[in-house]
């Protein structure tokens, strides 16, 4: 009770030797999930790893365990996300997050004829979350086809009423992408970037001009 309580109160360095004794005298999904969000909120992952590898002993089959594996493998061990997201999607064949994530692993590695497999896989199960026709339209604007690339880039722009600026600069590369330099113009102008990653990807798109 007390590491949750201190996990509440962000005191995470308190909290992590509380819950794993927690966790190891009763090694239950929960109590992994508590101890791994004290490990991530201290920016450790390699113990959040580690403690999610280790429930995965005991159930290994566990679908959401696997899926904050894979999530804290996107940044350090791509092929081993890659590897467990697939078992996701063999076992739950409708979890969407795990294909869109599939389908952003396998558009990074440049592999298209699979990122779409699961960008399409994805939309179909979930057409009304804008990250998901967000990726849809990305992966099918990387794969040539810009017509139906721009017309999911405006959904997702839509469906997050403009408000995610990531969609919206993918959005301003796709009406780019399609010969709307005005339309992508005004919207750029638009932008106010908050990560420094979206800062560059501006720069990037304003030079095209």
Do not use: C
Not at 76 to 95: C, T
Not at 125 to 136: E, G, R
Not at 199 to 209: I, P, R, W
């Amino acid at each position: 009770m007390l590491g949750r309580i201190l996990l509440l109160e962000q005191k995470y360095v308190q909290a992590i030797p509380k819950l794993t004794a927690l966790y190891n005298a009763y090694p239950t999904s929960q109590n992994a999930i508590y101890l791994v969000n004290a490990y991530v909120s201290n920016k450790d992952n390699s113990g959040a790893g580690a403690v999610l590898e280790n429930y995965l002993k005991i159930d290994s089959s566990n679908n959401k365990i696997k899926t904050m594996l894979a999530s804290i493998y996107l940044e350090s061990d791509i092929k081993k996300s890659i590897s467990i997201y697939n078992d996701v999607v063999v076992e739950q064949p409708k979890n969407f997050i795990a294909h869109n994530n599939l389908a952003w692993l396998y558009f990074e590695q440049n592999k298209l004829d699979k990122a779409l497999v699961h960008a399409e896989t994805a939309f179909s199960l979930a057409p009304q979350v804008a990250n998901i026709v967000d990726t849809y339209g990305k992966v099918l604007l990387a794969a040539g086809n810009k017509k139906a690339a721009l017309s999911h880039a405006r959904d997702a722009s839509t469906i997050a009423k403009g408000k995610d600026i990531d969609i919206q600069l993918n959005y301003i590369e796709a009406l780019m992408a399609n010969n709307r330099m005005l339309d992508a113009k005004k919207l750029l102008a638009m932008i106010k970037t908050n990560t420094e990653l979206q800062k560059d990807k501006k720069v990037m798109l304003q030079e095209q001009f």
